[in-house]
């Protein structure tokens, strides 16, 4: 028998709680809402990419890079793919809580938007918050705050012209960044560190959001679908890994590793003499430079020009690495392609695996649930030295892991949403000026009325919440 829950039609209901073509009563598209059921394999996924994530912050795979054939590098799966996955996730829940938006009103799909940038504005603060932790991981919220952000903008659009806005972040960012970057002597600022060459690139992660609310606008419940998605994903992961091991340069090879990239390239610290030379820190990383090249025109003691200092840069070889770079939080074309690849794979598989076996991944799928509260626990535990509790990391990483789904299980069994979740969702409501009610029953009505944020069974009582439930 079939227990996976069904994804809306065309006709389904958005973050609003409207639903195209059903009709402009209140009711009946709050009713809508409350009735459309939720994507387990989604929350399986996101529940996944939580717990990857967690490894990496916890340092559980420190040695050589991701070897196929060579099990003692598998956990590096964790570092890079894990946070791609997930911001790949984000557009998948921004297309099932946007159900229909196409065929929205004016006045409807600006309530949207501000319920969309209200939520994001949340989220950015609670990524401040994570931040003056100072638990030293390099914190995806506040990136993913301006992502919602961004969504407000682009969940209406078609899927063709997704598709090519995904297509060209991916093929012409990385380079045109890398360009940039040895074009500037001096790539500093809050701004630039956030959202263009921090560790995580806006060309990255808008690209795999516009490749979430293509996906999301599938019908996620079909099991061809997911086999689809398994093997495309696949095929581009693998395809993409390929190419860059073949085009990877010699190890021995300098003059492509030292070619400016914000966002890779590093090395530690021990292994090099920053004495005499001029140094900022941003995003907890330190970058040195000389100080005759601090200034864009050279130094007083420099007689080099600008040009030189382009030169020396060596802007093809920092465009050829931009392209051909797999490396974690490289920023790499192939990097993009074979990681979203991945993180494509991984969701088919969860959602293959959540139609025949959803009692099996109960504790993921609610883990995946509360993704803002686990994700600031995970940050709490790292400050408080989670990985030397155990023996080793790896041993803190599944103990911790556990609990954690455990804990979440319990919480969604019997409150619903998680406490940050509520956060994001009161936030939304406020900016878009709405605001929840309890169901009341008028005289001659059928159906309780509703508002589009009332709560319904949490997703492990009864698999199904409202359009807004989906983080």
Same mark, same amino acid.
């Not at 949403?417 to 994001?424: D, Q, S, T, Y």
């Given at each position: ?115 969309l940038v209200g939520r994001g504005a949340a989220i950015f603060v609670v990524g401040l918050g994570v931040e003056l932790l100072g638990s030293g991981i390099a ?62 690139p806006i060309t990255v992660w808008a690209a795999l959001l516009c490749a979430g609310l293509i996906i999301g606008r599938l019908d996620l419940t079909r099991v061809?679908? =997911?086999?689809?998605?398994? /093997?495309? &994903?696949?095929? $581009?992961?693998?395809?993409? %890994?390929?190419?860059? #091991?073949? +085009? ?92 979203? =690849?991945?993180?494509?794979? /991984?969701? &088919?598989?969860? $959602?293959?695996?959540?139609? %025949?076996?959803?009692? #099996?991944? +109960? ?10 509260t686990g994700y600031v626990v995970q940050a709490i535990l790292i400050r408080a030295g989670a990985s030397a509790w155990l023996p080793n990391p790896v041993l ?76």
């Amino acid at each position: 028998m079939n227990t996976s829950p069904a994804v809306p039609s065309a006709n389904g209901p958005t973050a609003d709680g409207f639903v195209a073509g059903s009709g402009t009563h209140p009711h009946d598209r709050a009713v809508a809402a409350v009735r459309r059921p939720r994507i387990v394999g989604v929350d399986v996924a996101r529940g996944l990419a939580l717990v990857g994530m967690f490894g990496a912050h916890l340092a559980v795979a420190s040695g050589p890079g991701l070897t196929l054939f060579d099990p003692s590098s598998w956990l590096d799966v964790v570092n890079g793919r894990s946070s791609i996955l997930f911001a790949l996730l984000a557009g998948v829940s921004l297309a099932l809580m946007t159900v229909g938006i196409r065929d929205a009103t004016a006045d409807e799909l600006r309530r949207v938007r501000l319920r969309l940038v209200g939520r994001g504005a949340a989220i950015f603060v609670v990524g401040l918050g994570v931040e003056l932790l100072g638990s030293g991981i390099a914190v995806i919220l506040t990136l993913y705050g301006v992502l919602y952000v961004l969504a407000a903008f682009t969940v209406h659009l078609r899927t063709k012209t997704l598709l090519i806005a995904g297509g060209g972040l991916i093929v012409l960012g990385p380079p045109l960044l890398a360009l940039l970057g040895t074009l500037s002597p001096d790539l500093s600022g809050p701004g630039l560190a956030l959202v263009v060459f921090g560790t995580y690139p806006i060309t990255v992660w808008a690209a795999l959001l516009c490749a979430g609310l293509i996906i999301g606008r599938l019908d996620l419940t079909r099991v061809r679908t =997911g086999l689809m998605m398994v /093997v495309g &994903g696949t095929l $581009l992961c693998l395809g993409a %890994y390929t190419l860059g #091991a073949i +085009l990877a340069p010699p190890q021995g090879d300098a003059s492509s590793s030292t070619a400016p990239s914000p966002s890779s390239g590093m090395v530690p610290g021990d292994e090099i003499d920053i004495s005499g030379l001029t140094c900022n820190k941003s995003d907890g990383i330190v970058a040195c430079v000389a100080p005759e090249r601090v200034s864009l025109f050279g130094g007083a003691d420099s007689e080099d020009s600008y040009f030189d200092w382009v030169v020396s840069q060596d802007p093809p070889a920092a465009i050829l690495n931009a392209v051909t770079g797999v490396s974690p939080h490289s920023g790499g074309v192939l990097e993009i392609v074979g990681s979203g =690849g991945f993180a494509v794979a /991984v969701l &088919g598989l969860c $959602l293959l695996v959540t139609r %025949y076996a959803r009692w #099996a991944v +109960l504790p993921l799928a609610a883990y995946g649930a509360v993704p803002l509260t686990g994700y600031v626990v995970q940050a709490i535990l790292i400050r408080a030295g989670a990985s030397a509790w155990l023996p080793n990391p790896v041993l803190s990483w599944v103990v911790l892991s556990i609990l954690m789904m455990i804990a979440a299980l319990i919480w969604t069994r019997t409150a619903g949403k998680g406490p940050l979740e509520r956060l994001a969702a009161h936030a939304a409501d406020a900016m878009a000026l709405t605001t929840k009610q309890k169901a009341q029953r008028r005289p001659g009505q059928r159906f309780p009325s509703l508002t589009s944020q009332e709560e319904s069974s949490s997703i492990t009582r009864g698999a199904c919440a409202p359009a807004e439930e989906e983080e």
